[in-house]
């Protein structure tokens, strides 16, 4: 490892290639005790007191010469800010397609740092992704069979992903078997050293235990580039601690200092209409005041955003709900109706709204559910940077939003839709500290 970086500076400099991606990475990273901070886009300012930093990019499926362009700026920045090691997310079943990206930015990152080989493991067994002989299986079911082969825009119609990688890429795509991973860090080495003499360039890697992701972890210290979904980042913090460059006591609960200075109110958005989220919704309605955005409405013109307002105004004491969620059948109405991309684009726009004029209330707790909707909030509100704390439910974190002076400005939950327990909501305006 390199150790001509300044002091203080961050050690692990990540690119994620979607908004939700990045988040999952960063709670990842700060389970593991690094002080996380993950930015919206390629920030303008620089970045102070982390360890790592997850550039959120959104370049899963745009075309593969724009995705390398972003991704080649992410890691500038990165690297100006004295990063040592670079991590490239993509999703842990792997969305791409013939055209890219994974291939085309690996690669593009590669050339730019100098590495000569690189591993792609998507694999995360806690959640049911596994990687064996180089086929990529969701739970029981191989990738082509897991329902991914319907994807909307990255049908994934191959498991192999030797064959799947190749295909997206100019050099050659070797495997890295579950005998060699099996058997720890230095036989991994000694692989990868085979590869290297093969010719290859990157090297799809087994992983059918979490024990496996710390192997190739620890097998990947010191190498300029990694890629892989969320797991295998889960090994890389303890090459920096065993090399005793992490100071990592209370590394998440640290990033939420000045989480108390903010105003008490909060206030919870639901724009999401996923299965958890619903049993949310329905679990606060039960509780709590709430407020429901009819897409109809909107789309008749109706005011709704001030009637929201209104009415978080009129409860100031207390966190509102304020929510699009609806049963499928009444979604699949509207759709029908309005079409699929201008209904979304009502419910965000006024959530986003809402979002905005809540701040200017002094409501500056907000937990948000779903994932379009959270990027179009974080948006709304001018969100630069999050700072990620503990753990709220699995691929949740706490979070503090910062501006450019790298001041608190709001706390945060961003709750892609199936995640959390039917008592997120108020769950995660403890977590934040809002009273309600
Ligand atoms: P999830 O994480 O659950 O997929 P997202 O926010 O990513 O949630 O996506 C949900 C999409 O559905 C958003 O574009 C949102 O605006 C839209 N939406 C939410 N409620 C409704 C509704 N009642 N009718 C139609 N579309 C809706």
């Not at 060699?180 to 000694?190: F, K, L, M, Q, S």
């Not at 008749?300 to 929510?323: C, K, P, S, T």
């Not at 706490?398 to 945060?412: E, K, M, N, V, Y």
Request: net charge neutral.
């Amino acid at each position: 490892m390199a150790h001509d970086t300044p002091r203080g500076a961050p050690l692990l400099g990540c690119i994620a290639d979607d908004f939700t991606g990045a988040t999952d990475l960063a709670n990842m990273l700060v389970r593991e005790g690094m002080r996380t901070i993950q930015t919206i886009g390629v920030p303008e300012a620089p970045v102070r007191e982390a360890d790592a930093v997850v550039v959120a990019l959104k370049s899963r499926t745009i075309p593969a010469g724009e995705a390398v362009a972003q991704s080649l700026a992410a890691l500038r920045w990165l690297q100006s800010q004295g990063c040592r090691q670079f991590f490239f997310k993509y999703c842990s079943t792997f969305d791409s397609t013939d055209a890219g990206n994974i291939g085309p930015v690996a690669e593009a990152l590669q050339k730019a740092l100098g590495a000569n080989l690189a591993i792609a493991c998507p694999a995360f067994p806690e959640n049911g992704r596994t990687v064996y002989r180089g086929h990529l299986f969701v739970h029981d079911a191989l990738l082509n069979e897991s329902g991914m082969q319907n994807h909307p825009l990255t049908p994934m119609r191959d498991a192999n992903l030797v064959r799947v990688l190749q295909r997206q890429s100019a050099g050659k795509v070797g495997l890295i078997g579950a005998a060699d991973v099996g058997r720890g860090p230095i036989a991994v080495r000694e692989r990868m050293a085979a590869l290297r003499k093969e010719g290859v360039t990157l090297a799809i890697a087994d992983a059918i235990a979490d024990n496996d992701l710390y192997t190739l972890g620890e097998a990947c210290a010191g190498m300029p580039l990694v890629t892989g979904g969320s797991g295998v980042a889960l090994g890389l913090p303890g090459n920096f601690r065993r090399a005793r460059l992490l100071i990592d006591e209370g590394a998440a609960t640290r990033a939420l200092e000045g989480l108390d200075a903010l105003p008490p109110r909060g206030a919870v958005l639901a724009g999401s209409a996923s299965q958890a989220t619903q049993g949310q919704v329905a679990h606060w309605l039960a509780r709590r005041p709430a407020l429901r955005i009819d897409p109809l409405a909107l789309a008749r013109g109706d005011d709704l955003v001030r009637q929201a307002l209104d009415f978080a105004q009129a409860h100031a004491d207390q966190a509102v709900l304020i929510y699009a969620t609806a049963a499928p059948d009444e979604v699949k109405t509207v759709q029908t109706q309005l079409g699929v991309e201008h209904a979304g684009h009502l419910v965000e726009e006024a959530l986003s709204a809402v979002a905005r004029g809540l701040r200017e209330q002094g409501v500056a707790r907000l937990v948000i559910a779903g994932g379009e909707t959270s990027g179009a909030v974080v948006q709304a509100l001018d969100v630069r940077a999050l700072r990620i704390g503990p753990q709220i439910d699995p691929g949740v974190p706490a979070t503090l939003a910062i501006d450019a002076g790298g001041r608190p400005h709001c706390a945060l939950a961003l709750k892609s839709g199936n995640f959390g327990t039917v008592d997120f909501f108020e769950k995660a305006l403890r977590a934040l500290g809002a009273a309600h």
